[in-house]
């Protein structure tokens, strides 16, 4: 265990003050993190290797970055003395703005991806879009009720499901997405079906306002896949469910550049993880299917229910 001494010590440096402010509010590379506090890499990653070495941080590889956050298990009085220290820092004002363009810059990148695929994406091959999939579950969870499909895409699924819900929101960041799925449901007639242009992290949807919310191969798109599942379950009524369909975890690390994938897939605990710490109840994780050729997708439908009382 870090002694208070040495950490007490660590916390004194505003530069590595600034450092625990944004990585309390989103995992961060060290190249974002240059752009933000504009200061050299050398510098940074020094900064960030003796908060490591003091178990204040944690870190994850993706690719070719690795990420860093606040420690997990990091509370206490050194959570609040890096709360309180937002106030008495200057910088802290502007490192939280640049993080704000950090944010829209991941979701331009996903944004720009998907505009270029509109019109084609559903004779496109999407790794975990696969029928058998979807099957199971439509017939797990279609009925007349109110739908939200987040990072709908197309909204392909969502049309699917039109034909026996009372009503369907589709919600993609991609403009173009959502100006050719609103065109695609005037032509079939879904006139129970509404596109609108947002973010599944926050999705523009009334609290407890609807009955199902499906994340249909769009988690691994999250730049805060955990946030998004807190933002499904908030806009679920109580009773209401959630169903995710994503890759399993693989290490097919092309995805990222061919897909723009921020995250190779989720492992069935991680979104037992997710589920749970957001407030789900009567959690089911299963695979549902795979794919005979290389690279191997798998893809996991994991469920659950928001409480009643919730």
């Known amino acids: 265990m870090v002694s208070i001494v040495k950490s007490l010590k660590l916390l004194a440096d505003p530069t ?31 900064h960030l290797a003796q908060l490591k070495a003091a178990k204040l941080l944690r870190d994850r590889r993706a690719g070719k970055n690795i990420y860093y956050g606040l420690a997990d298990e990091h509370d206490g009085p ?66 007349p009720i109110t739908v939200a499909d987040l990072g709908a895409g197309e909204g392909t699924l969502s049309q699917f499901l039109a034909r026996h819900a009372r009503q369907v929101i589709a919600v993609d960041n991609s403009e173009k997405m959502v100006e050719f799925g609103s065109d695609l449901a005037r032509e079939h007639g879904f006139q129970n079906m509404e ?27 999250a730049s805060n896949p955990a946030r998004a599942v ?31 994938d921020l995250w190779l897939g989720f492992t069935e ?8 710490e957001a407030g789900f109840c009567g959690i089911e994780i299963a695979v549902v299917d795979r794919e005979t ?18």
């Open 16 to 46: 590595r003050l600034r450092l625990l402010l944004l990585l309390k509010e989103e995992e961060l590379s060290v190249v974002e993190i240059q752009e933000i506090l504009g200061m050299g890499q050398s510098r940074i990653s020094s």
């Open 230 to 260: 807190a933002a499904a379950f908030r806009i679920l009524k109580p009773g209401g469910r959630i169903a995710i369909l994503d890759l399993l975890a693989h290490h097919f690390d092309s995805a990222r550049e061919l897909y723009a």
């Open 293 to 310: 050729e290389s690279p191997h997708f798998q893809t996991v439908l994991a469920t659950g229910v928001r409480p009643p009382s919730a």
């Open 78 to 143: 050194f959570a609040e003395i890096i709360r309180a220290s937002a106030a008495e820092i200057p910088e802290a004002k502007h490192d939280r703005a640049a993080l704000k363009l950090i944010r829209h810059k991941r979701q331009d990148k996903a944004r720009e991806y998907f505009n270029k695929l509109a019109g084609k994406f559903g004779r496109s091959y999407c790794p975990g879009r696969s029928w058998k999939g979807f099957a199971h579950m439509l017939l797990a969870l279609a009925g």
């Open 195 to 221: 596109y609108r242009l947002g973010d599944i992290e926050e999705p523009p949807i009334d609290d407890q306002s609807v009955d199902l919310a499906l994340l249909s191969q769009a988690l691994h798109h």
């Open 269 to 276: 605990v991680q979104l037992d993880q997710m589920l749970r």
